[in-house]
C-alpha cells in the first residue's frame, strides 16, 4: 500500500506571494498525481492530474510538477480565493491513497 | 453539467446498516467509473470504494472491506453504498466521485453519523 506524506501541514503566506506545497509518495507512482483543493463546507475541486496538467477552468497560477515519489504544487501569486486546504492524490495503484492535507492560511 | 447528488445519510447505531445513494446527471453515467470517498469531522480524505462502468470491477478500502458493498446501476444513472455493521470510525461525510483516471468531480457529500 502506498503511503502519501503531505508538507508543510501549515503554510502561512502573505496574499501576493508564492506557495509551494510538497507530496511524498512511500515508493513510484510515475506521473499517476492529483492536486485537489477544498475549502470549508465544499466539496473538494480538482486542480492537477497527471502531476502537471491543470483540470478545466484552474487558472494558470496553479501549476504542478514531478514524477516519480516527490511532487510539488505551486501557487505562483496567492488570490484571497486560494486560502484553502490542498490534498495529492496517488491513482497509480489500488488502494488509492490521499495525503493528510496541507492548509494554506492567511499570514 | 456534470452533477452528483448523493443522499441517504443521517444517524445510524453502532452496528446499524445505511444506504447512500448518488443521482448522476450531466454526463454518460453508464461509460464512467465511480467512487466513494469519505471525510472524517475535521480529518483528511478517505478513499472508500470504487466500482467499474459496468460494475464487473469492484475494489474496497481495507477499513471498509467486508461490510460496505458498492453498486451501480446504469438504467437509473445512479451510484450506491450499502453499509452494513457501522461503526463509530465509519462518522464521516460520504462523496460520490466520479472517476476518469483520477476523481474530476465530486458531489456535495451526505453526512452519515453512527452514534448511540
Known amino acids: 500500500e502506498i503511503v502519501m506524506t503531505q508538507s508543510p501541514a501549515t503554510l502561512s503566506v502573505s496574499p501576493g506571494e508564492r506557495a509551494t506545497l510538497s507530496c511524498r509518495a512511500s515508493?513510484?507512482?510515475?506521473?499517476?498525481l492529483a492536486w485537489y483543493q477544498q475549502k470549508p463546507g465544499q466539496a473538494p475541486r480538482l486542480l492537477i492530474y497527471g502531476a502537471s496538467t491543470r483540470a478545466t477552468g484552474i487558472p494558470a497560477r496553479f501549476s504542478g510538477s514531478g514524477s516519480g515519489t516527490e511532487f510539488t504544487l505551486t501557487i505562483s501569486s496567492l488570490q484571497s480565493e486560494d486560502f484553502a486546504v490542498y490534498y495529492c492524490q496517488q491513482y497509480n495503484n489500488w488502494p488509492r491513497a490521499f495525503g493528510g492535507g496541507t492548509k494554506v492560511e492567511i499570514k | 453539467e456534470v452533477q452528483l447528488v448523493e443522499s441517504g445519510g443521517g444517524l445510524v447505531q453502532p452496528g446499524g446498516s445505511l444506504r447512500l445513494s448518488c443521482a448522476a446527471s450531466?454526463?454518460?453515467?453508464?461509460?464512467?467509473?465511480m467512487n466513494w470517498v469519505r471525510q472524517a469531522p475535521g480529518k483528511g480524505l478517505e478513499w472508500v470504494s470504487y466500482?467499474?462502468?459496468?460494475?464487473?470491477?469492484?475494489y474496497y478500502a481495507d477499513s471498509v472491506k467486508g461490510r460496505f458493498t458498492i453498486s451501480r446501476d446504469n438504467a437509473k444513472n445512479s451510484l450506491y453504498l450499502q453499509m452494513n455493521s457501522l461503526r463509530a470510525e465509519d462518522t464521516a461525510v460520504y462523496y460520490c466521485?466520479?472517476?476518469?483516471?483520477?476523481?474530476?468531480?465530486w458531489g456535495q457529500g451526505t453526512l452519515v453519523t453512527v452514534s448511540s
Open positions: 515508493q513510484s507512482v510515475s506521473s499517476n
Open positions: 466500482i467499474s462502468s459496468s460494475g464487473s470491477t469492484i
Open positions: 466521485a466520479r472517476d476518469s483516471g483520477t476523481t474530476d468531480y
Open positions: 450531466g454526463f454518460t453515467f453508464s461509460s464512467y467509473e
